[in-house]
């Protein structure tokens, strides 16, 4: 069973409005992490913000911040006044197991964002 | 601070051939994970080490394996590769249980 989903294979924005990437998990896990990650085309992960599941704010970054709607199993990353850089591919990410010795990070399909001029 | 290095960055084999990738992490992380990208299968994990021990494996053949050093340094060795071995390596260290950090890749291509 796929843990995590992205709905939107492909998104398009304008340049300097604000676009939400969705993010549904599932895991019975009471801990764990919520990770968003952007790829450009030059394929280096770049981390972008993280969302513990005991946190109890939505976390920011700069013009990133994670829309965390635990009961529903939900974690989108909104991205605030788009820029041209903003293209490229955005993977969500778990990483469950936190407190014991077993953990590992599972990584969505990823969507591609594409920002327009 | 240094950032996540891999290398090669790019890398060309035949089928059957094998091949070694180095990953050294960020100063201090003693985690490292490989992952796996290709177009059709996505981002996918096939190993963590800790403390020089592999601590979780992913679904993939034998073929792939891996250890760590002493310094945290990581290498991959895939023997016998074929023509679905072609993708992106990446690899990525932490603390332990935190956030991970990418390196620019690996990308192999088998012929």
């Known amino acids: 069973a796929q843990k995590i989903t992205q709905t939107q294979p492909g998104m398009f924005v304008q340049e300097k409005e604000a676009v939400t990437l969705d993010c549904t998990y599932d895991?019975?896990?009471?801990?764990?992490?919520l990770f968003w990650y952007k790829q450009p085309s030059s394929g280096e992960m770049i981390f972008l913000i993280y969302?513990?599941?005991?946190?109890?704010q939505n976390a920011t970054e700069g013009r990133y911040s994670l829309n965390f709607q635990k009961a529903r199993k939900s974690a989108n990353l909104v991205i605030s006044a788009s820029q041209l850089g903003d293209s490229a591919m955005y993977f969500c990410?778990?990483?469950?197991?936190?407190?014991?010795?077993?953990?590992?990070?599972?990584f969505g399909p990823g969507t591609s964002l594409s920002v327009i001029p | 601070k240094a950032g996540v290095t891999q290398t090669p960055r790019y890398l060309i084999k035949t089928r059957g051939q094998q091949v070694t990738l180095s990953c050294s992490p960020i100063?201090?992380?003693?985690?490292v994970s490989w992952y796996q990208q290709t177009p059709g299968q996505g981002l996918q994990f096939l190993f963590e080490y800790f403390s020089e021990t592999q601590r979780n494996k992913g679904n993939f053949p034998g073929r792939f394996s891996g250890r760590q050093f002493s310094n945290s340094r990581s290498e991959m060795n895939v023997s016998t590769l074929e023509l679905g071995d072609s993708a992106l390596y990446l690899c990525a260290s932490s603390l332990g249980q935190g956030t991970q950090y990418f390196g620019p890749g690996t990308r192999l291509t088998v012929l």
């Open positions: 969302q513990g599941s005991y946190d109890q």
């Open positions: 100063s201090g992380h003693r985690s």
């Open positions: 895991t019975s896990d009471p801990s764990y992490g």
């Open positions: 990410a778990m990483r469950e197991g936190l407190k014991t010795s077993y953990d590992k990070v599972i």
